[in-house]
């Protein structure tokens, strides 16, 4: 508990840095945390993807580069207790509100306490259920919460292990609506949709007992939704903020293209094609999909999507905000792309090895597409290549060994620049696929449509003049100068630091 009165904002993350948000908001009693992210830079420089955190020690491999704060009464009991750090410690954290479901904003509430309340939008819990149904190891368990290292004695009176399913349960996971504001505790919360890349962002403006709080999450205005960005604007400039907690991922840069850009510079490309179209943008980046798809439209193709992404389509479906935003898995335009998997039977005579040998290829939640009328697989996209944009990430480059490009296709880059050198190496390694596969020319210079999910300089000047704030503090940034510039009281915060009203 904290030993003063005020109201007061300490920062686990997301300072001079990009990403890692964890920032506890402490008022009265009340004790919140607004996101709870991994810090993608720090981790990285520890951890790969196969040298990764151990589950056997809980958080302690994070805790030992200081990349989760070392608090009691907020960790999974189970993994607390193996540890012996904490585990007989009461809740001692109200609630997590969560702006969206990236990773450097979310990924970390696996390990919290089960108890923890995680109120987040809709469609942020739909790109979690995403995540951890499509998913593959322990980490991805975002709304389902598995007790871990569960014992009993056995009937000779040895230990032994419980696992399976009665182990696991839902997280709790509030939804919130965007129309009212919420209570927890002391502070009442309203969370406005913003515009980013991906479905579900929202920013937050937060009443304590000691003033008013804002907090941009990531956003823009240059995507689908530029308008919930200029509605959360607003809102902040009538909020009498005290403080802005303002993100500035690209504060440094300009650019003033917009997500019609893209899918107009698509189109283009896709007309000027004979043949194959190849592209690869963020898996769940839904408003890209949608620049794809209507260019796929515009010039009569179908769009050839892969399992992961028919996947958020169907969960958006079941929902009644979201089902006419995006195209339904089974659209007339959206064509499921189905893989050889484990023993590559796809192409292979069912009639012989029967269906329950084909299904026994794939994981349970990929079984429903296999019926779908219109699955696809690289029999498809190579015979009818003038018919298609065929999505294809840095992870599916062998499906090009078996589609063969021909001669006059195309590939479209719709993803960031590489920005460290592993992503420099990776890149380099997907040219020389492009160019074994005619893709490419021996300029390795593709075709790059993209534009980020975050506001540039112009865009964030605009937030933080149009917010009114007293106090700004600069988040998830390297550039924390820009913000100095446009306002005359900044606040900079070093990590771990506490900021009282
Ligand atoms: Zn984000």
């Not at 607390?80 to 450097?104: P, Q, S, W, Y």
């Not at 484990?342 to 012989?352: F, N, T």
């Not at 006059?408 to 596969?437: C, G, H």
Request: glycine share 8%.
């Amino acid at each position: 508990m904290s030993s003063d009165s005020r109201t007061k904002i300490t920062f686990y993350g997301g300072v001079h840095e990009i990403g890692g948000n964890k920032f506890l908001l402490e008022d009265k009693e009340t004790r919140i945390f607004l996101d709870f992210g991994m810090q993608m830079g720090k981790a990285n420089q520890y951890f790969t993807e196969f040298l990764q955190p151990r589950t056997c020690n809980g958080m302690g491999d994070l805790f030992e580069f200081g990349l989760l704060p070392k608090l009691k009464g907020l960790y999974r009991k189970d993994y607390a207790k193996h540890m012996g750090f904490d585990g007989r410690e009461g809740n001692e954290i109200d609630a997590v509100i969560l702006t969206h479901a990236h990773v450097d904003h979310g990924a970390y509430i696996h390990y919290l306490r089960p108890d923890i309340p995680i109120y987040c939008s809709e469609a942020t819990k739909l790109i979690m259920q995403a995540f951890q149904d499509t998913g593959t190891g322990s980490s991805d368990e975002y709304v389902t919460f598995k007790e871990n290292f569960m014992v009993r004695l056995n009937r000779i009176g040895d230990l032994s292990k419980i696992t399976g399913k009665d182990m696991s349960y839902p997280r709790r996971l509030l939804i919130f609506d965007n129309s009212k504001k919420f209570t927890i505790g002391s502070v009442e919360v309203e969370a406005i949709p913003v515009d980013h890349s991906l479905p579900g962002a929202c920013g937050f403006i937060i009443y304590t007992s000691m003033g008013s709080i804002g907090y941009t999450g990531d956003l823009r205005f240059h995507g689908r939704r530029g308008t919930e960005t200029q509605k959360f604007l607003e809102k902040c400039g009538n909020s009498e903020l005290d403080i802005l907690l303002c993100e500035g991922t690209r504060v440094h840069e300009n650019s003033s293209e917009s997500e019609i850009d893209v899918e107009e510079g698509v189109g283009k490309i896709v007309n000027n094609t004979e043949n194959l179209v190849v592209c690869s943008y963020p898996t769940r980046d839904l408003d890209r999909l949608l620049s794809f798809y209507n260019a796929a439209k515009q010039s009569g193709r179908d769009l050839v999507i892969d399992l992961k992404q028919a996947y958020i389509l169907k969960l958006f479906q079941n929902s009644d905000s979201w089902k006419n935003i995006y195209p339904k898995p089974d659209d007339r335009k959206i064509k499921i792309y189905i893989p050889k998997k484990v023993w590559g039977l796809i192409d292979k005579d069912i009639e012989y090895w029967g269906k329950k040998m084909l299904l026994e290829d794939y994981p349970n939640w990929v079984h429903e597409f296999l019926d779908y009328d219109n699955r696809a697989d690289y029999r498809t996209v190579s015979s009818n290549q003038k018919e298609i944009i065929f999505y294809c990430n840095d992870f599916q480059l062998q499906e090009l060994i078996d589609i063969r490009p021909r001669e006059n296709s195309s590939y479209i880059r719709s993803s960031t620049e590489p920005f460290d050198d592993e992503m420099a190496l990776d890149q380099r390694r997907v040219k020389k696929w492009l160019l074994r596969f005619g893709l490419l020319n021996k300029d390795l210079e593709w075709n790059h449509l993209h534009v980020s999910g975050h506001g540039s300089g112009d865009q964030i000047r605009k937030i933080i003049e149009g917010s009114n704030t007293r106090t700004l503090i600069p988040i998830h940034t390297e550039h924390e100068e820009f913000h100095k510039q446009w306002h005359p009281r900044v606040q900079d915060v070093q990590l771990n630091d506490s900021v009282s009203m």
